[in-house]
T-cell receptor, first 114, second 109 residues
Framework: AAGVIQSPRHLIKEKRETATLKCYPI?????VYWYQQGPGQDPQFLIS???????DKGSIPDRFSAQQFSDYHSELNMSSLELGDSALYFC?????????????FGDGTRLSIL | QKEVEQNSGPLSVPEGAIASLNCTYS??????FFWYRQYSGKSPELIMF????GDKEDGRFTAQLNKASQYVSLLIRDSQPSDSATYLC?????????FGTGTRLTVIP
């Protein structure tokens, strides 16, 4: 079965640079979530989209923005990168907006800031 | 206070034993509860979800929910070394999931 596809898998940037992470949800899933996971920490919710509209916002810095496109894929844009942004970034997708639906995670993007 | 609490472990059990993982949550209005397994450096993998009080079994896994006590658990029967991972408990928010910090399980051959 098709899963959530994230790209790139690894990304190395320097401080103050920008980065764009992409997420392609499971076919027919209309809701996308972004999470940040630091070493030894649990995933922290950043932002979610349902039917191309932002549905909820968590601990996403103002330097980050995201959107969901007409084909339901989503992009997380990160600017003025800081050392503390080094983490695993996961995208998850679900069918429907309610929190009752299981979320399925992609393999993640490992972002390293030098 | 964190929304979802788990013992961080590590929890060690011998191969073939039952591993018991526990989780409590603070929002009494929570309706959906999920267990994810995460290997180091990999993505969380959904293994169980439960909505109603009681037990739900799937193969070697049993999820137990007690909403009155705000408690959810995961039992793994006949534990295998391949079950060694971090197990994340997650509880639904309005439009997202709140995760616990995870319990690291080691199954000793």
């Amino acid at each position: 079965a098709a899963g959530v596809i994230q790209s790139p898998r690894h990304l190395i940037k320097e401080k103050r640079e920008t980065a764009t992470l992409k997420c392609y949800p499971i076919p027919r899933h209309d809701t996308v979530y972004w999470y940040q996971q630091g070493p030894g920490q649990d995933p922290q919710f950043l932002i979610s989209f349902y039917e191309k509209m932002q549905s909820d916002k968590g601990s996403i810095p103002d330097r980050f923005s995201a959107q969901q496109f007409s084909d339901y894929h989503s992009e997380l844009n990160m600017s003025s990168l800081e050392l503390g942004d080094s983490a695993l970034y996961f995208c998850a997708s679900s069918l429907g907006l309610t929190g009752n639906q299981p979320q399925h995670f992609g393999d993640g993007t490992r972002l390293s800031i030098l | 206070q964190k929304e979802v609490e788990q013992n961080s472990g590590p929890l060690s059990v011998p191969e073939g034993a039952i591993a018991s993982l526990n989780c409590t949550y603070s929002d009494r209005g929570s309706q959906s509860f999920f267990w994810y397994r995460q290997y180091s450096g990999k993505s969380p993998e959904l293994i169980m979800f439960i909505y109603s009080n009681g037990d739900k079994e799937d193969g070697r896994f049993t999820a137990q929910l007690n909403k009155a006590s705000q408690y959810v658990s995961l039992l793994i029967r006949d534990s295998q070394p391949s079950d060694s991972a971090t197990y994340l408990c997650a509880v639904n928010g309005a439009n997202n999931l709140f995760f616990g910090t995870g319990t690291r399980l080691t199954v000793i051959p």
